[in-house]
């Protein structure tokens, strides 16, 4: 007696099988990380330099690198720096010097936070103005992953210069007849750059 044969049991367990995979599929896709959570593939980060300009570490060059958790960055360049104060008259003028100065900053990143693209880190350091002497400063560093190769670095925060004031009076011949709005000692603002990592 011939078998019967039965073309929709092997529909059936052809459709049984193209659901499965395609419910594991599914599941795989579901459990990798999101496309818009993927970091851009970078060469490496432990050596990079590049241009900065801006009022927290002057307007030039930075270079540094180090590993994971701590990186040590150099910076160099030219700093511009306006005092504002008040005449010492019954009006209270406002008066403001330019001075143009040169400062090194040698600073030390500690890593915060690590996101897709995105690193933070608390950086702290010395620095030395030509116009305010020796000083520190601290802040928060960021650094977006722009490509493989090219990282944007942006830096905010606060410097104190000790001897600043000192220093105005008697080397650089601030004025006598004004008092500064602000304590010259105290410093801050923020750095913008490109970082090259070859």
């Known amino acids: 007696m ?59 060059v930075t270079l540094g690198g180090g590993g994971d958790l ?10 511009p720096i306006v005092v504002f104060a008040n005449a010492r008259t019954p009006d209270r003028a406002v008066r403001l010097n330019y001075y143009s100065s040169l400062q090194i900053n040698e600073d030390l990143a500690f890593h915060l936070f690590q996101r897709p693209r995105v690193e933070g880190s608390l950086v702290v350091g ?5 116009v305010f002497g020796h000083g520190g400063g601290a802040g928060l560093g960021i650094l977006y992953d722009l490509n493989a190769h090219v990282g944007l670095q942006i830096v905010l ?29 105290l410093q801050g603002g923020g750095n913008i750059g490109l970082v090259f990592f070859p």
């Not at 701590?70 to 700093?79: H, I």
């Not at 010395?126 to 030509?130: D, F, Q």
């Not at 000192?166 to 601030?174: D, I, M, T």
């Open 126 to 130: 010395y620095k030395y103005n030509t």
């Open 157 to 185: 925060g606060v410097a104190l210069f000790p001897s600043a004031k000192e220093r105005l009076v008697q080397q650089h011949g601030y004025p006598a007849d004004r008092d500064p709005s602000f304590p010259p000692a």
């Open 2 to 60: 011939p078998v019967a044969r039965h073309p929709l049991r092997h529909g059936s367990g052809l459709l049984v099988a193209l659901l499965a995979g395609s419910v594991a599929a599914s599941s795989a896709r579901a459990d990798g990380p999101p496309e818009d959570a993927t970091p851009v593939p970078v060469s490496q980060r432990r050596f990079g330099f590049g241009p900065t300009v801006g009022f927290m570490s002057g307007s030039g």
């Open 70 to 79: 701590v990186r040590g960055w150099f910076t160099g360049g030219f700093m």
